[in-house]
C-alpha cells in the first residue's frame, strides 16, 4: 500500500522549472531516497510535500490527503527534519521537546510522558536536563528528530539527515532513524549526498537531474543497470544525472546551507 504518492508535482519560478512533473510513490513503512546533484530539485520536492512550498501544478497524496487541498490533515500525518532547523540553545532538551509536544496539540495528560518516552527512544534521556548549547553534533540532531517525531507521525522527512556529523554520530544517528521505522512503522523519505548511506539503509531511490526524475529502483537493481562489474551507487548517480547543467547560483546557496549546517552539528 503506497502512503505517498506525486502526480506530475511541478514548482515554476518564472521561466526557471525547479521540479518538473514529478512522479514517485512510497509504499507504507518504506525507507525512500531522493538522490541528485546540488539544484537538481530534491529539497523543493520535500518542501513541496511538507507543505511549505506550494506547487505550481500537480499534487500529491500523504495517506490519501492531497497537499494542496487538504494541507492541515497532511501536516498531522508527517514530521519534518529539514538541515538547517535548529533546536534553542537555551533551553534544555526536554524543554524543546515540551514546546514541540504544545505544538502538536498533544494532551496536557500525555505531554509528560511523551516528551520523556521520546527522549528516552532517542537516546536522550541522561541529557534531558543539558541545555542544548552544550549537545554535541549528533545529540542535536538526535534532538531534532525527535521534535518531530513528537505527533508519531506516520511519514518522516529527512533533509541530509546526517551532514556534518562524524561516522561514530552518523551511525548512531541511523540506528535511531531504523528505530523509529521497525517499532512504528514510519515511512522513511530522505535526501542524502552520501551514496553508501543510501545503498545500505534504503529499499528503493529516485534519482534527480534537472528537476526531473530519470530513475527510479532499488539501489541493486540500478547497479545492475550498469552492466558494469563491481558497480557502485556513487557509478549510478555519475551515469544518471551527470548531464546535470551547472546552476552557479543555486549551487552556491546549496553549497553555503550545507557548510552553515556542517559547522552548527560538529
Request: zero cysteines.
Given at each position: 500500500m503506497d502512503i505517498l504518492v506525486t502526480k506530475d508535482l511541478?514548482?515554476?519560478?518564472?521561466?526557471?522549472?525547479?521540479?518538473?512533473a514529478v512522479n514517485i510513490s512510497v509504499?507504507?513503512?518504506?525507507?525512500?531516497?531522493?538522490l541528485g546533484p546540488n539544484g537538481a530539485g530534491k529539497s523543493t520536492v520535500l518542501k513541496m510535500l511538507t507543505t511549505l512550498l506550494p506547487p505550481t501544478s500537480g499534487d500529491a497524496f500523504i495517506d490519501g490527503n492531497s497537499i494542496r487541498t487538504q494541507p492541515n490533515k497532511v501536516r498531522k500525518s508527517i514530521g519534518y527534519v529539514p538541515q538547517m532547523l535548529a533546536a534553542d540553545g537555551s533551553l534544555t532538551g526536554y524543554e524543546n521537546l515540551r514546546i514541540f509536544a504544545k505544538?502538536?496539540?498533544?494532551?496536557?495528560?500525555?505531554?509528560?510522558?511523551r516528551v520523556n518516552d521520546t527522549l528516552a527512544f532517542m537516546g536522550l534521556a541522561d541529557s534531558a536536563k543539558k541545555?542544548?548549547?552544550?549537545?554535541?553534533?549528533?545529540?542535536?540532531r538526535k534532538l531534532e528528530i525527535a521534535q518531530a517525531m513528537m505527533h508519531r507521525p506516520k511519514v518522516m522527512f529527512l533533509d541530509e539527515p546526517t551532514v556534518g556529523l562524524d561516522p561514530i554520530a552518523r551511525k548512531t544517528v541511523w540506528e535511531h532513524i531504523m528505530q523509529l521505522q521497525k517499532e512504528y512503522g514510519t515511512t522513511i523519505v530522505m535526501t542524502t549526498h552520501l551514496m553508501e548511506e543510501a545503498d545500505e539503509i534504503c529499499r528503493r531511490v529516485a534519482l534527480m537531474?534537472?528537476?526531473?526524475?530519470?530513475?527510479?529502483?532499488?539501489?541493486?537493481?540500478?547497479?545492475?543497470?550498469?552492466?558494469?562489474?563491481?558497480?557502485?551507487l556513487e557509478d549510478v548517480f555519475i551515469f544518471y544525472t551527470g548531464n546535470q547543467k551547472e546552476d552557479e547560483d543555486g549551487g552556491i546557496r546549496n553549497i553555503s546551507r550545507e557548510r552553515r549546517t556542517a559547522s552548527r552539528l560538529g
Open positions: 511541478t514548482k515554476a519560478y518564472g521561466k526557471v522549472i525547479a521540479a518538473n509504499a507504507q513503512g518504506e525507507v525512500f531516497a531522493l505544538l502538536y496539540d498533544i494532551p496536557s495528560a500525555e505531554l509528560k510522558q541545555l542544548v548549547k552544550d549537545y554535541s553534533g549528533g545529540m542535536i537531474s534537472n528537476g526531473k526524475i530519470v530513475a527510479t529502483d532499488t539501489p541493486a537493481n540500478l547497479k545492475a543497470s550498469l552492466n558494469k562489474p563491481g558497480a557502485t
